[in-house]
Structure formats: structure tokens, C-alpha cells
């Protein structure tokens, strides 16, 4: 049983900033790609941010030079720091990561419960 755990939202001024954290814990034997993905009321869920395990990263368009993306391996842990917060960050924010078993020997797709991050003008 693999599970992954959000914390660090929260509620914050427009221009503020707010770290998220996300820990995977259980029978894990190697986390590939981690990521944060975010869900407006009303909206798609959409991709935020990535980290691959060479720890290359992607980015939303939107949050591009605000937000980046981190691991610490050691930790099965991604952070999400996100600065200069808008309005329109508000979300519930998910962390997703791509994780191998080896009960089954395979590698699935977790998510977190996510976490609401709540940015007032």
C-alpha cells in the first residue's frame, strides 16, 4: 500500500507565498516522475508542475518564474514553492507521483487527498 500525504495549504494574501509538501510512504521501491496538479471549483484539474527522477521539470504556462518544483529522495518527498500567489491560484492542490511496487512488481500512478490553497485579493 502506497500512500501519498499533502500538507502546507492554506489561506494567504495576493503577492504572498505558501510551500507545499508531499510525503509518499509505504511499500515503495523506486518514485519516478512526481507532480502537483491543481482543481478550481468548476474547472478541469489541471497539470501545475513536474520533476522527473534525473529531476527535470515541467511547468504550467501560468505559473512559470512563481512557482518550482523540488524532491528530496532521500525523503520520498516533493515540495511545491509557490510566490507571488493571485487570486486565480486558488485551487485544491493534488500531488501525484508514478511510483514502483514490488507487490505486484509494477509502477503505478498515487494521489494525494489533496490540499486547498485559498490565495484573497
Known amino acids: 500500500q502506497v500512500q501519498l500525504e499533502e500538507s502546507g495549504g492554506g489561506l494567504v494574501q495576493a503577492g504572498g507565498s505558501l510551500r507545499l509538501s508531499c510525503v509518499a510512504s509505504?511499500?515503495?521501491?523506486?518514485?519516478?516522475?512526481m507532480g502537483w496538479y491543481r482543481q478550481a471549483p468548476g474547472k478541469q484539474r489541471e497539470l501545475v508542475a513536474a520533476?522527473?527522477?534525473?529531476?527535470?521539470?515541467n511547468y504550467a504556462d501560468s505559473v512559470k518564474g512563481r512557482f518550482t518544483i523540488s524532491r528530496d529522495n532521500a525523503k520520498n518527498t516533493v515540495y511545491l514553492q509557490m510566490n507571488y500567489l493571485k487570486p486565480e491560484d486558488t485551487a485544491v492542490y493534488y500531488c501525484?507521483?508514478?511510483?514502483?511496487?514490488?507487490?505486484?512488481?509494477?509502477?503505478?500512478?498515487?494521489w494525494g487527498p489533496g490540499t486547498q490553497v485559498t490565495v484573497s485579493s
Open positions: 501525484s507521483g508514478a511510483i514502483w511496487t514490488a507487490q505486484p512488481m509494477a509502477v503505478s500512478n498515487y
Open positions: 509505504g511499500a515503495i521501491l523506486r518514485i519516478s516522475s
Open positions: 520533476i522527473a527522477s534525473g529531476e527535470n521539470t
